[in-house]
């Protein structure tokens, strides 16, 4: 009987240590797939940081170069202002019946007052404000927009939003 629990226990021993062995390659071979998982992430992670600075960095490039071309808009107004005020006091360029809100001409030999001259002045002047605040407001519109689509792409390079195309 005894060399029977000797047996038993020998059985038992190698059966503990075969599932021992088996139990520890199932951990091996777990401890590998999450390596593998791990790797894979850290390779995604470097990846996506790349991709976000190279939107950032193309970002960064879009609204210099909306800046810029905010700055030349703004100054092409300035000098379509200057250019219009200067074309209608010399007379080379004219307003629109519509626009003028021309003075009453003077009787004959009665002399035009300076609050004349200084209405059409003031008219000139009026116009050209028109203009270049109206291409001013474009030149903000276009700006506005041109920082909106650069920030937009920025954000679907860096993976934070999906593209509706």
């Not at 021309?102 to 009026?126: K, L, V, W």
């Not at 689509?149 to 993976?159: I, K, L, S």
Request: proline content about 1%; aromatic content about 6%.
């Amino acid at each position: 009987m005894l060399a029977f629990l000797r047996l038993l226990l020998l059985c038992g021993l190698i059966g503990l240590g075969y599932a021992y062995s088996s139990e520890r390659a199932a951990h091996e071979a777990d401890n590998a797939d999450h390596a593998r998982v791990i790797a894979r992430f850290t390779d995604a992670a470097k990846k996506a940081e790349q991709d976000a600075k190279a939107a950032e960095a193309q970002a960064v490039s879009e609204r210099e170069s909306a800046d810029a071309k905010y700055d030349r808009a703004k100054s092409e107004a300035d000098d379509a202002r200057r250019n219009l005020a200067s074309a209608l006091r010399a007379g080379t360029m004219r307003l629109q019946d519509k626009w003028a809100c021309t003075m009453p001409i003077p009787a004959e030999g009665d002399a035009a007052t300076d609050a004349g001259q200084a209405d059409a002045a003031g008219q000139y002047d009026s116009a050209a404000r028109i203009v270049a605040a109206a291409d001013a407001d474009a030149a903000v519109i276009d700006w506005l927009w041109d920082g909106w689509q650069a920030d937009r792409r920025a954000v679907v390079a860096a993976g934070c939003a999906v593209d509706g195309k």
